[in-house]
Antibody, heavy 114, light 112 residues
């Protein structure tokens, strides 16, 4: 059974940093590109970042470029999202998703507020 | 950025009814590799999204065949035949051809 389990969320002040993790199991993690997608409360889905299976290709949404860094450790079956200079508009439920949105985690909440 | 326009924003249906949802893109979604990376997702209330359809018309794993996807280039449709209670929620289209990948605003399917 495929599982994606996000962690690392919480309440953080504007301007601070936070690092999310997504631990994968049930498939060969190193064979798949991975995405981070977020959903602000009561809003639609917004793609945040993508990393290819071997980390050769990395893409970001303009809203997070220069502030967020996606990375992965294939030995640990783990995807990361390092978030810096957080803003109130980054408040959202953050999901990791496998490949072309094939599987999703349960999401982790990030709240940016003073 | 590719704009994904989904219509209608909401639908009220009776169980057993058939419905269609439209998703139009501002650019062709045909990738340079010849494939069209248009997916349909369903987000049941309080749940994570689940992929229903990938590459326009391919049924995801375990997805009932009452779901079907059609379309090409810039114009795509999700059809649900014989709606069941478990189909209620928000449907999203998402393109993964052009970076940044973009989602439609969603279509909320509710019970009449």
């Amino acid at each position: 059974e495929v599982q994606l389990v996000e962690s690392g969320g919480g309440l953080v002040q504007p301007g601070r940093s936070l690092k999310l993790s997504c631990v994968a199991s049930g498939f060969t993690f190193s064979n798949y590109g991975m995405n981070w997608i977020r959903q602000a409360p009561g809003k639609g889905l917004e793609w945040v970042a993508y990393i290819s299976s071997g980390s050769s290709y990395i893409y970001y949404a303009e809203t997070v470029k220069g502030r967020f860094t996606i990375s992965r450790d294939n030995a640990k079956n783990t995807l990361y999202l390092q978030m810096t200079s957080l803003r109130s508009e980054d408040t959202a439920l953050y999901y990791c998703a496998r490949g072309s949105y094939r599987d999703w985690g349960q999401g982790v909440m990030v709240t940016v507020s003073s | 950025d590719v704009v994904m326009t989904q219509t209608p924003p909401s639908l009220s249906v009776a169980i057993g009814q058939s419905v269609s949802i439209s998703c139009k893109s501002s650019q062709s979604l045909v990738h340079s590799d010849g494939k069209t990376y248009l997916n349909w997702l369903l987000q049941n209330p309080g749940q994570s999204p689940k992929r229903l359809i990938y590459q326009v018309s391919n049924l995801g794993s375990g997805v009932p065949d009452r779901f079907s996807g059609t379309g090409s280039e810039k114009d795509f449709t999700l059809k649900i035949s014989r709606v069941e209670a478990e189909d209620l929620g928000v449907y999203h289209c998402v393109q993964a051809t052009h970076v940044p990948y973009t989602f439609g605003a969603g279509t909320k399917l509710e019970l009449k």
